[in-house]
């Protein structure tokens, strides 16, 4: 059964930066692609970054140039590195894995089969 755990979320002042893991277990064919999704209080999940086993990557608008997604498929483990962050980047991030997500729909949450608990970040201005 794959397992997703995440780490490094804090409390941590505005621009500063954080990196976010998610180690994974049970299977790494489970998890070609891997995302980051936001809920922040009082709203449903969003999306921020995803990326592929060939380590393609696609990301929000929103957090383009701050957040850098990436991966070592070795040690089964993907991150999210976010800069320069913003009070509105506050809520819990979620890692999620899917086996076969639609290369123009990494944003989707439907196309994910695993999900980890998730690592509050909170950003204060």
């Known amino acids: 059964q794959v397992q997703l755990v995440e780490s490094g979320g804090e409390l941590v002042q505005a621009g500063g930066s954080l990196r976010l893991s998610c180690a994974t277990s049970?299977?790494?064919?489970?998890?070609?692609?891997m995302a980051w999704f936001p809920q922040a209080p009082g709203k449903s999940r969003g999306f921020v970054a995803a990326?592929?086993?060939?380590?393609?990557?696609a990301y929000a608008v929103s957090v383009k140039g701050r957040f850098t997604i990436s991966r070592d498929n070795a040690a089964n483990t993907a991150y999210l590195q976010m800069n320069s962050l913003k009070p509105e980047d506050t809520a819990v991030y979620y890692c999620?894995?899917?086996?076969?997500?639609?290369?123009?729909?990494?944003?989707?949450?439907?196309?994910?089969?695993?999900w980890g608990q998730g690592t509050q970040v909170t950003v204060s201005s």
């Open positions: 999620a894995a899917g086996v076969r997500v639609a290369a123009a729909a990494p944003q989707v949450q439907s196309e994910y089969d695993y």
């Open positions: 049970g299977g790494s064919s489970e998890t070609r692609t």
């Open positions: 990326i592929n086993w060939s380590a393609n990557t």
